[in-house]
């Protein structure tokens, strides 16, 4: 395994970060600790959750799984970086004022909550799911500020925010002076989908922030999705996103041209969609979440695969990116 600080901190990450949302919903409980000590022995010291992630009635049902993967010793705790999210309403049955976002009030309930959960007494990022339009910067980084003190986190991270966005929360922490300030950022990013490196990335970088990237196989259509396809295999490209992307011819030739390249070099799609991510400048590690022991094998081969200049630049060609802010959108 390689490791990484994650963005300007001193903290030392794996490159492949173990997502764990299928834990819980997809992934029963037994497996998915047999996934977490895998990647372990594997050297993935990573691993995200958040406090929603169960969903629907059985949400906090993820961190609590790995609270009791935790709760059996061997050091497992002190070995992971552990990060989980706030901003999603927890409260029981119909929504109450207060039970979401990123008020003062909710940031102090959510982390109790989500420390009970993970049995544990710290969360190592503590990372904001989602911008709050309506909460002032100054609130959020007093509550952080506390929860620091408190040694309840350590660090704090956003995910899904442009990227002013993250120029607004460094800049208030900077004017503060009392808080670290954002240390990453959680996108969607992946070969298909490419927009975060208009302003997403560049703020990031020049912020000091780790990007990490999720779903860095856009929900199954770079793992392979028409191979799967043709071989009357499921695949996750049946659904969502990737089902869209099948519909439209153009989306549709760039994924076969995509395989074709592949096919050619004898390179897996999955494979190579995490190791292109791998050379992206500021990406700390892209997310994986592997439902079986199986696809978390094939993700770790990803961080050995050295892909060549000449599958780099085609690459490109199939999936261009869309370019710099404002030269992109400008002219």
Not at 121 to 143: C, M, N, S
């Amino acid at each position: 395994m390689e490791y990484t600080q994650l963005g300007r901190t001193g903290l030392k990450v794996s490159r492949l970060v173990l997502g764990t949302m299928n834990f819980g919903p997809v992934t029963d409980e037994a497996e998915s600790h047999t996934i977490m000590d895998a990647a372990l022995d594997a050297g993935v010291n990573f691993y995200d959750t958040a406090n929603v992630y169960g969903w629907g009635e059985n949400k906090g049902r993820t961190e609590e799984i790995l609270g009791s993967w935790f709760a059996q010793g061997g050091g497992r705790r002190d070995k992971v970086v552990l990060a989980t999210k706030v901003y999603g309403n927890m409260g029981a049955g119909s929504p109450w004022p207060n039970d979401d976002k990123l008020s003062a009030l909710n940031i102090r309930r959510a982390v109790d909550a989500s420390l009970k959960r993970l049995g544990t007494d710290h969360i190592d990022l503590y990372q904001f799911h989602h911008i709050d339009r309506d909460t002032p910067w100054d609130e959020i980084w007093q509550a952080i500020d506390v929860l620091i003190q408190q040694g309840k986190i350590l660090y704090a991270g956003s995910s899904n925010f442009a990227g002013w966005n993250i120029a607004q929360a460094n800049e208030t922490a900077r004017r503060r002076a009392t808080t670290y300030g954002l240390v990453s950022e959680q996108c969607l990013y992946n070969l298909a989908e490419r927009r975060a490196e208009m302003e997403v990335v560049p703020a990031a970088r020049a912020y000091g922030l780790g990007v990490i990237a999720w779903s860095p196989l856009h929900g199954g259509l770079l793992g392979g999705a028409i191979r799967k396809e043709n071989a009357g295999g499921a695949s996750r490209s049946g659904t969502g996103r990737s089902a869209d992307a099948l519909k439209n011819t153009q989306q549709r030739e760039q994924i076969q041209a995509y395989e074709d390249l592949l096919d050619k070099h004898g390179l897996e799609p999955g494979e190579v969609a995490l190791a292109w991510l791998l050379t992206r400048p500021g990406v700390t590690g892209p997310i994986v979440g592997p439902r079986t022991t199986a696809q978390l094998e094939s993700a770790l081969r990803a961080v050995e695969l050295d892909l060549s200049d000449e599958v780099l630049a085609s690459l490109d060609e199939i999936f261009p990116g869309p370019g710099a802010s404002p030269e992109a959108f400008a002219w």
